[in-house]
C-alpha cells in the first residue's frame, strides 16, 4: 500500500488539489491522506509519498501532469521533472524554525492519534501538571507577544485576567484574520487545528475561564469546517479541560478584528468599538474577564509548555522573542507561510527567501501589516523584522504579511486606498476615522488632479496627525503609516 499525502488546504484546493486526490483515491493499492499546507504556495498543488527513505515531493501538479506524477510516486518516488525530493530539504523549508507550524503538512488534521504522534498534547499534560500560576510564569518566560498585530505580552494579559474578579472569565480566539497578504491563521486552523483547541485550554486552565469562542471569518469555509469537526472529535474525547469551545462566524466586517469591535459582535450587536478603559481583561464578554488572542499566539502556547518558555526565549531578537511564522505575498516568486526566529531583516525575506518580484522588474515598495501598515523602499531592506526596529522607522509588523510591488505601483494611489479602505470599513463610533478617512480620500483625490498639491500634501499630514491621535482604535490611528510613508518615501508619484 502506497501512503500519497495531498494538501486540503484552501490554497491547494483552488488551483487542483480536489482533482489530484480524486484520481489518486482510484489507484489501486494507494491511500490518500489530506493534509494542511506546508505553505511552499508557489509549488501547489504539492503532493507527497511516503518511502522508505522518508517522503518525496512532487509540484506544482497541474491536471496534465497527475497520470505521470502518480506514477512516479507510487514506483517510490521516482524521477519527474516535477520531483522536488525531501520537503524537509527544501531551501524554503531548511531555513525555518518551525514551532507553530512544525505539524502544518505533515499530519491529518483531524487525526487526534496523529497530532499525538507528533508531539500534539504535550503542552496540556504539563500545564495540568503544573497549574495555572506556573503555567502563566512559562509563558511570561517565553516573552511571547500577541501575534494578531499588537503585540503586547501574552503573559501579562493572562495574568491580569486571572487576577480579576469575576464570577465566569472567558478565552475568545480572534480568527478574523483580514489584513491583506495574511492566512497564517487559516493555514494553521485548516491544517493544526488541535494546536488552537490545546491552547485555548491552556489559557483557559491558567485563567479559570469556562467558556471559549472562536471567531472566525465567514470568508474561510474550509477553516470553519475543520474547527467544527476537530471540536467534536475534543469533545469527545474530553480534551477541552472544563472549557467548551463554541464557533462563531464573522460577518464580513474588518473592524471586528478588533478585540473589542469582535466582543460586541459576539453579544450580539454592532460590531463597534469600545472606548477603554476598561480593557477586555477586566470588562470584556458580557462584561466579565476575558482574555483575547488571536490563533497564532494561543496555538503557540502548548509549544511554550511543552518545551519551557526558557527554551521558547531563546529564539528571536531583542524584545521580540520567539518565532513568526511571515507570509510573504503580492508580487514576488516565492510566496507562502516563511516561520523564522525575528531578526532577519525585510530585505533577506523579500529578495533572498522571497526571490524578488513574480514579474522580474525591479521591488519598489513593500507593505508590511496589513493594509494600514506603513510601505517600505529597498533603502530601508535593512530593517530587522521585530516589533521595535519597525516601530523606529514608523513602521509595524501587525501580523505578519508582507505585501511586494513592483516599480509599476503609483504609490499616491495606494496612498488614496488606505483612505478609502477606512472609509468602508469604519464603525462609524469615532469622528477622526468616520470624517477623517472621507476627507482624506477626497483630499489625495485633488493631489491625483495636480490641485495645490503643496498645499494639500500639508493637509493630508495634519489630518493623519489627527487620525493617529483621536481615533478610538487602530482602524483609524493607523491609517496615517501607508498614507505617511507614502508620501515621505515616494514623494515624487504625488508631485505633478
Known sequence: MTNLFIPRDSAAVAVGAEEIAATAARRRGVTVIRTGSRGLHWLEPLIEVETPAGRVAYGPVGADDITAVLDAAIAGGAPHRLRIGKPEDHPFLKRQTRLTFSRCGIIDPL???????????????????????????????????????????????????????????????????????????????????????????????????????????????????????????????????????????????????????????????????????????????????????????????????????????????????????????????????????????????????????????PVRAVQVGGPLGAYFPPALFDTPFDYEAFAAKDGLIGHGGIVVFDDTVDMARQARFAMEFCAIESCGKCTPCRIGSVRGKETIDRIIAGENVAANIALVEDLCATMKAGSLCALGGFVPYPVLSAIRHFREDFEP
Not at 121 to 149: C, F, H, P, Q, V
Not at 247 to 276: D, F, H, M, N, P
Not at 290 to 295: F, I, Q, R
Open 111 to 361: 487525526s487526534w492519534s496523529d497530532y499525538v504522534a507528533h508531539g500534539g498534547g504535550k503542552g496540556l499534560t504539563r500545564a495540568r501538571a503544573i497549574g495555572a500560576d506556573a503555567t502563566i510564569a512559562e509563558i511570561t518566560a517565553s516573552g511571547l507577544r500577541g501575534r494578531g498585530g499588537a503585540g503586547f505580552p501574552a503573559g501579562i494579559k493572562w495574568k491580569t485576567t486571572r487576577d480579576a474578579k469575576g464570577d465566569n472569565k472567558y478565552i475568545v480566539c480572534n480568527a478574523d484574520e483580514g489584513d491583506s497578504g495574511t492566512f497564517a491563521d487559516r493555514m494553521l486552523m485548516e491544517g493544526d487545528p488541535f494546536a488552537l483547541i490545546e491552547g485555548m485550554a491552556i489559557a483557559a486552565l491558567a485563567v479559570g475561564a469556562t467558556k471559549g469562542f472562536i471567531y472566525i471569518r465567514s470568508e474561510y469555509p474550509l477553516a470553519i469546517a475543520v474547527m467544527r469537526e476537530a471540536l467534536g472529535i475534543a469533545r469527545a474525547r474530553n480534551l477541552l479541560d472544563g472549557c467548551d469551545i463554541e464557533i462563531r462566524v464573522g460577518a464580513g466586517s474588518y473592524v471586528c478584528g478588533e478585540e473589542t469591535a469582535l466582543l460586541e459582535s459576539l453579544e450580539g450587536k454592532r460590531g463597534q468599538v469600545r472606548a477603554k478603559p476598561p480593557l477586555p481583561a477586566h470588562a470584556g464578554l458580557f462584561g466579565r474577564p476575558t482574555v483575547v488572542n488571536n490563533v497564532l499566539t494561543l496555538a503557540t502556547a502548548p509549544v511554550i509548555l511543552a518545551d519551557g518558555g526558557a527554551a521558547y526565549a531563546k529564539h528571536g531578537a531583542a524584545k521580540s522573542r520567539g518565532t513568526m511564522p511571515i507570509q510573504l505575498a503580492g508580487n514576488l516568486k516565492h510566496g507562502g507561510l516563511f516561520e523564522a526566529p525575528f531578526g532577519l531583516t525585510l530585505g533577506e525575506l523579500v529578495t533572498d527567501i522571497g526571490g524578488g518580484t513574480a514579474s522580474g522588474r
